[in-house]
């Protein structure tokens, strides 16, 4: 990679239909922040320019995918969209057994649901906020033992969403493998900034387990961005083809959660893929109490038909090299002008790291949702937080967790933005860093119970 030149990453797609976007003042925007609470995820999506809060359910679909939506076959049970997706989840991913659901956490709901039971430790390479949550609601106690390199966001390991496996290995020895009731996987790490794992970790974290007799759970919900990290840093990988190395990465696993809404190119979708035909009779069975009938689970036919040829797109070479391609353009740029960015640069998004950034702010005046709302007022670009808020707190002892990252995601939505609206994001990420020192934090004035990160208000101080 290194070298962005244009052409290498150029979009392999023209643009058919338009949005037209609304363009605001600053008088529009601090009116319209502080009516959100100074919290993007309440801002109206009317009064966004660039939207970058998230890459999940805001991708541009194919011409392909929605002549497919027109073939919907919305039948109560037995949708032929049902097993075109099934046998492109088999073909792709590898798995046999399928259980749609609505989208990622409808997954992550019933696999907790089903395999974890109270008093239970659920290791993980770092968390993730839906994930931990429903662990937690099963009775579990969520892990993390990714390697230390993920928690520094200067430190250039090329897989830092890699497990530390002797991290997972005392862990099996202080609580005994009868009190694990699987190991999560997530491929690019969300909240390390979209760190991938490597094969070779994935094969070693397959040995430990195997010989404990314990599950792998993979969170494939970016296993594609993941699959092309690994063809262009992991030796042996540079011949193999996108689609090879995404099945070999999901064969050192018993199933997946997937939130379709990412690597799949879709609006809305998610399913839970399973090896274990007693486990998934049993997921079959927990989804029509949750989601629908287990051919439908909570989606429409069209929108099964849509992940369908999704999955089919994401693993194209032109199409992962242009959507990574488009996240490292607009991370070189920001590095190039000295803002603190978290490196590498992750396969959907580009982290600022609040803490540096604003080094001024103490983490309880919440320095990463500050930048997230100054980014906004500045140009009406709406990122999200991914730092002490979307932590949350302890089910122990109720104090916040405090992560070491403190970071401001702008996430990518795939094929949806041009280079120009990447230069536009820069630059008024630039402008903000110039005017820095004036930055003051937050307090927050509401908290909800659970995921407090999309529902919490704040004031300025
Ligand atoms: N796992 C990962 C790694 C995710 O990033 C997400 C969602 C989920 C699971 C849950 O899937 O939203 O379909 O229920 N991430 C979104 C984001 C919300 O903005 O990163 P879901």
Not at 55 to 77: C, H, K, R, V
Not at 224 to 230: G, L, P, T
């Amino acid at each position: 990679m290194g070298k962005l030149e244009r052409r290498s990453w150029a979009e392999p797609f023209k643009i058919k239909v338009v949005e037209p976007l609304k363009m605001t003042t600053r008088e529009d925007r601090l009116k319209a922040m502080a009516e959100a609470g100074y919290n993007t995820f309440l801002l109206r999506s009317e009064d966004v320019y660039i939207d970058l809060l998230t890459d999940s359910g805001t991708n541009a679909m194919s011409d392909y995918q929605w002549a497919g939506m027109m073939l919907g076959d919305e039948a109560y049970a037995g949708s032929k969209n049902y097993y075109h997706l099934e046998e492109n989840v088999g073909k792709f991913y590898g798995y046999k057994y399928l259980v749609p659901t609505h989208q990622g956490r409808g997954a992550e709901h019933i696999i907790s649901k089903l395999l974890i039971k109270p008093g239970d430790y659920v290791p993980g390479n770092m968390y993730f906020t839906t994930t931990r949550l429903h662990q937690e609601l099963a009775g579990g106690t969520f892990v993390d033992v990714i390697i230390d390199e993920a928690h520094d966001s200067q430190n250039l390991h090329p897989f830092k969403g890699n497990i530390d496996l002797q991290k997972l290995e005392d862990l099996i020895k202080k609580v005994g493998e009868k009190k694990i009731s699987y190991v999560t996987v997530a491929a690019t790490v969300n909240m390390a900034g979209g760190q991938p794992i490597s094969m070779e970790n994935l094969r070693r974290i397959r040995a430990l387990t195997s010989k404990h007799n314990i599950k792998v759970v993979f969170d494939a919900t970016r296993a594609v961005e993941n699959a092309y990290f690994i063809k262009m840093r992991e030796k042996g990988f540079e011949q193999r083809s996108i689609a090879e190395i995404l099945k070999e990465m999901c064969s050192y696993t018993d199933g997946a959660t997937m939130s379709g809404k990412k690597d799949l190119l879709v609006n809305i979708g998610g399913f839970l893929a399973l090896n274990d035909y007693d486990v998934f009779e049993e997921a079959r069975n927990m989804v029509v109490v949750y989601e629908g009938l287990h051919t439908y689970g909570g989606l429409a036919g069209r929108d099964m038909e849509a992940m369908a040829r999704g999955i089919e797109e994401a693993v194209q070479e032109p199409h992962i090299k242009a959507r990574i391609g488009q996240v490292e353009y607009v991370g070189d740029k920001l590095q190039s002008i000295g803002v603190p960015i978290v490196l590498p640069v992750g396969g959907h998004a580009v982290f600022l790291d609040a803490k540096r950034f604003l080094p001024h702010i103490p983490q309880l005046q919440f320095p990463a949702q500050t930048l997230a709302a100054e980014l906004y007022l500045d140009s009406g670009i709406r990122s999200m937080e991914r730092g002490i808020v979307s932590a949350g707190r302890s089910k122990e002892t109720g104090d916040h967790y405090y992560p070491k990252l403190e970071l401001v995601r702008l996430t990518f939505p795939r094929r949806v933005y041009t280079q120009a609206h990447c230069d536009v994001t820069a630059e008024s990420v630039e402008a903000v860093f110039e005017n820095r020192d004036r930055i003051k934090g937050l307090k927050m004035v509401y908290e909800p119970k659970y995921l407090r990160f999309f529902q919490a208000r704040f004031e300025r101080l």
